[in-house]
């Protein structure tokens, strides 16, 4: 299917940050019925902006995902419109068990998380939502969030955060799972999209060549983490210190990566850990 000529509008927050870049892009689709795509933080202004450009026509609230960049705002968006809000789910839907067993033991994570985020209807995986305007098919991508979505449009796709072209995603467990991530890569891979429309930075006109270039970074980062791991046993703090080039107030980040690929790598038997696996736990090679 064609998608129509018409370009989605694009308003962006006013959240810039080392994890959202410029800020969060929030899309709207179509004339007589609007679909708003991420409404974004909830900013006043920003929703009270994207209410204004919808018309009075805004039909449905899609959310990516429950991160308050992207889903904070879709409750304020609902009373002002009348719209409902549609998602895969709650904050901690689409946990795996492995990632729900970890989130009991202590494992952390959960940045950004919009715990208060409920919408008014639950999509399935492959579901269509259809109007006299467009048609958007709702993919499940999980990787950088248990619940994550992905919209397709004709040969467009809105991909949230699991593809962007500025950086590569952040991958925190228990919500985000880097096995999952890899799944997803192929699976948005294998949609063939002309575009991808993540929802922070600038579109993505080679999908194909980015797609890969994401996949291939993680597993050369897994490499330097088996590399380094050879040398010494060490945590997932110790592991971002040696291998990340970064400032010291983006290490956290680099921490909860470098834990998803320890949890991967420690499903297949490649490294190992004594008791429960905790932000503390260190790892070796076996």
């Known amino acids: ?95 795996s068990p492995l990632m729900s067993r970890l989130a009991l033991e202590g494992l952390g994570g959960g940045e950004g998380l919009d715990h208060a985020f409920a919408p008014d209807r639950h999509l399935r995986d492959q579901e269509v939502i259809t109007t006299p305007d467009w048609s958007l098919t709702a993919w499940h991508t999980p990787g950088h969030a248990a619940g994550h979505l992905s919209f397709q449009w004709g040969d467009r796709i809105f991909c949230g955060d699991l593809v962007m072209g500025w950086s590569s995603t952040l991958i925190s467990p228990p919500d985000g799972d880097l096995a999952e991530y890899f799944r997803s890569l192929e699976r948005l891979a294998a949609l063939s999209p002309r575009v991808l429309l993540p929802t922070h930075g600038p579109a993505i006109t080679a999908p194909q060549d980015r797609i890969a270039e994401l996949a291939r970074h993680r597993r050369d980062r897994t490499s330097q983490i088996l590399a380094a791991l050879r040398v010494r046993p060490d945590s997932a703090a110790g592991l971002a210190r040696r291998i990340y080039a970064v400032p010291e107030p983006v290490l956290p980040i680099a921490t909860r990566n470098v834990l998803a690929h320890l949890i991967a790598l420690s499903q297949i038997r490649a490294v190992d850990f004594p008791g429960v696996l905790t932000i503390e736990t260190v790892f070796s090679t076996g």
């Open 1 to 95: 299917m064609t998608p129509p000529a018409k370009e989605p509008l694009q308003i962006l927050a006013p959240n810039p940050s080392p994890l959202t870049g410029p800020g969060t892009t929030t899309f709207l689709l179509g004339d007589s019925h609007v679909a708003v795509i991420d409404p974004g933080p909830d900013d006043p202004a920003h929703i009270d902006a994207v209410a204004r450009a919808g018309r009075g026509r805004i039909s449905h609230i899609l959310i990516t995902h429950a991160h308050r960049d992207h889903s904070a705002g879709a409750a304020r968006l609902s009373r002002l419109t009348g719209a409902p809000v549609l998602a895969f789910g709650d904050a901690l839907a689409g946990r």
